[in-house]
């Protein structure tokens, strides 16, 4: 059922309540980004020397910091239509919520002072290993393709295919935030199809998520802040949770075909990456312009770049809602277009690259836009 909350007036009114305080809260404090940037001590500062910097002017990377107290604020103010009988739910939410804020902790350290990839790496398989190991229900339990007749029960295996899961997403998600309003854009995509998916004592939240995404992509398309690796670790790690929650939940939840659309391009995309480099001989996680939003930017712009890879996250996906019985035709066609996608934009003069060039107004200016 599309919304299944919306059951009655009190209903729409708990969703709109919950919106509205995301949306206000998250404005509220984002008009404050500097200075809490300022206080925390996460102020991105421009690089001529970094390739991978390009902007212009010094930006508060608070957007994790504040997605993240703005999110505990509404989940608590939404206890009461949290299906307060559940209580088997409520502590798997307990535990999720707690794996997710120490991934943001760790994004947030790593914002101040920089944390070697290894050390990441080592903290995410710890945390999502203690989080699987208290909550079996979030293991792969099976994989299902309808389209193919396919249905394999995973047993033991679910673990640690979950894991890499849980690993890879985030990773996957903090590799895509090299422009703009792009993780963002990707968070508002996945919680529309979350909200049409997930059951209804999780609307709530998810509406008021909905309402801290929007208002945080208008100050990040804008320049005003970053998200930070402990916002894009929190989304990452958010979806994953989310998302193998459903999967395994009640049938109807979401379907495996769904579940690897929704996050294809960018898994894919860092896959692609951490091949190259590893065939070039550098460390997989090491950073480079050879993105698929960095290839969109240089030879489109940003603003069609954005557009495109918006098209290619969520055409998939309503595509699927349209005809689910070609789930798998659907995922090789993404996969090719993808392939082609690249292969032409490697080919393709760029664009002049805003890299080490002589700073003026009108620069510092347009570095505020998407």
Same mark, same amino acid.
């Given at each position: ?126 945390? @999502? ?15 299902? @393709? ?24 985030? *990773? ?23 909200? @049409? ?22 100050? *990040? ?41 929704? @996050? ?107």
């Amino acid at each position: 059922m599309l919304f299944p909350i919306f059951q009655n007036l009190n209903s729409a009114i708990i969703l709109a309540c919950s919106f509205i305080a995301g949306a206000g809260l998250a404005a509220a404090i984002g008009a404050y980004a500097k200075r809490i940037g300022e206080v925390l001590g996460v102020i991105d500062e421009p690089s001529a020397s970094d390739g991978h910097k390009q902007h212009y002017v010094p930006t508060p990377a608070v957007g994790g910091v504040i997605a993240l107290v703005v999110a505990a604020t509404v989940l608590l103010l939404t206890i009461p239509w949290s299906d307060p009988g559940n209580l088997p739910a409520k502590n798997a939410r307990l535990w999720g919520a707690l794996a997710i804020c120490l991934v943001m902790i760790i994004g947030f350290c790593d914002d101040r002072r920089h944390i070697s990839a290894a050390k990441r790496l080592a903290a995410d398989i710890v945390v @999502f290993s203690v989080l699987l190991w208290v909550i079996p229900a979030l293991r792969f339990t099976h994989v299902s @393709f309808e389209s193919l007749g396919l249905h394999l029960d995973l047993g033991k295996v679910g673990f640690p295919i979950a894991l890499v899961c849980l690993v890879g997403l985030k *990773n996957a998600v903090n590799m895509a935030d090299g422009r703009n309003g792009l993780v963002l854009g990707l968070g508002i995509v996945w919680n529309v199809f979350f909200l @049409f998916h997930a059951p209804a004592h999780t609307l709530p939240i998810l509406a008021g998520i909905s309402g801290i995404f929007i208002v945080l992509f208008i100050l *990040n398309a804008q320049g005003h802040l970053f998200l930070g690796d402990c916002g894009s670790y929190g989304i990452g790690s958010f979806f994953g949770i989310l998302a193998l929650a459903l999967h395994n939940g009640p049938a109807g939840g979401m379907r495996s075909a769904e579940g690897v659309l929704l @996050f294809l391009i960018p898994a894919i995309d860092t896959l692609r990456l951490m091949v190259s480099r590893l065939a070039a001989g550098r460390s997989p996680l090491s950073p480079d312009r050879r993105h698929l939003h960095h290839l969109l930017d240089a030879v489109f712009g940003w603003k069609i770049g954005w557009t495109i890879y918006m098209i290619a996250v969520a055409g998939p996906i309503i595509h699927y809602q349209i005809m689910p019985s070609r789930g798998y035709q659907i995922i090789l066609f993404v996969l090719i277009s993808y392939s082609a996608l690249v292969q032409f934009l490697e080919k393709w003069p760029k664009r002049s690259v805003r890299l080490n060039a002589p700073v003026s107004k009108n620069q510092v200016e347009n570095s505020r836009t998407v």
